[in-house]
C-alpha cells in the first residue's frame, strides 16, 4: 500500500461528509463461560480487535492479503502497524479503511458511531452486504460499485504543512505554529493563502494532540 496513506492519525477520504450527530451502535461481541458443566453466551461490547479482525475478514474474502491494507483511525499503532486495542478513545472515531484493487486504491469510511470498534464493525458489515452482490451472481455490479470507492490524491496533512511529527504534542504544534507565522503573515510580507494553511494545521494538529 503507498506510503501516502497513514495509518495514523485517521485520514479521511476527501470528499467524504463527516458525521457530526454520532450514535451508540448495536454491534456486540460475544464473551464464553462454564459454568456447572453448562456453556454460556454472554453479549458485550465489541472490542477494537474483534472490529480489525472483522474488517480484515471481509477484504481477504475478496483475495486481498493484509500488506493491501491499511485502516487509518486515530488510535496509535501497534508494532504490526495496526490500531493498538489498549490506547485511550480517541476525541474523533471515525475509520477509513483503504486497500489496492488492481491499479486503483479504494476506501471506505465510515465515523457514524461513537466507538471506533463500532466503526470498524459497520464498515465490514457493509462490505460484506456488498459481497453479497457477488455471491448471488453479480460480480460485475459489485465491481461497478466499488469503484465509486476509489481513493482520491491524499490530501496534506496538518503534520507535513507544520513540519511535526504526527505525534507532536500541543506545545510542539504551537511552537511550529509560530515559527511560520512569523514567516508567513500578511502582516510582516508573507501570503494570506499559505497563513490560513497553517492556520488550519494549527488547529487539525490541536484538536487531535495531547497536551
Known sequence: ????????????????????????????????????????????ELTITEGITRVRQELQRMGLADYQIVISSNLPLRLDGLPRAGARAPADPGVAVYWKKGNAT??????????????LAAIAATL???????????????????????ALPAPEQWFQVLGVSATASKA??????KRLAMEHH???GG????????????????SQARA
Open 1 to 44: 500500500m503507498s506510503e501516502t496513506i497513514p495509518a495514523y492519525p485517521l485520514l479521511w477520504p476527501p470528499g467524504w461528509k463527516r458525521c457530526t450527530n454520532r450514535t451508540r451502535a448495536k454491534f456486540s461481541g460475544e464473551s464464553t463461560t462454564y459454568r456447572d458443566g453448562n456453556r454460556y453466551t454472554n453479549k458485550r
Open 172 to 177: 510542539d504544534i504551537e511552537k511550529a505554529f
Open 186 to 188: 500578511p502582516d510582516r
Open 128 to 150: 460484506d452486504a456488498m459481497r453479497a452482490i457477488e455471491r448471488h451472481g453479480g460480480a460485475e455490479v459489485l465491481d461497478r460499485a466499488f469503484t465509486g470507492f476509489t
Open 191 to 206: 501570503d494570506s493563502q499559505q497563513m490560513a494553511r497553517i492556520n488550519q494545521a494549527r488547529d487539525d494538529g490541536i
Open 106 to 119: 479504494r476506501c471506505m469510511a465510515i465515523d457514524r458511531y461513537d466507538r471506533v470498534a463500532d466503526n
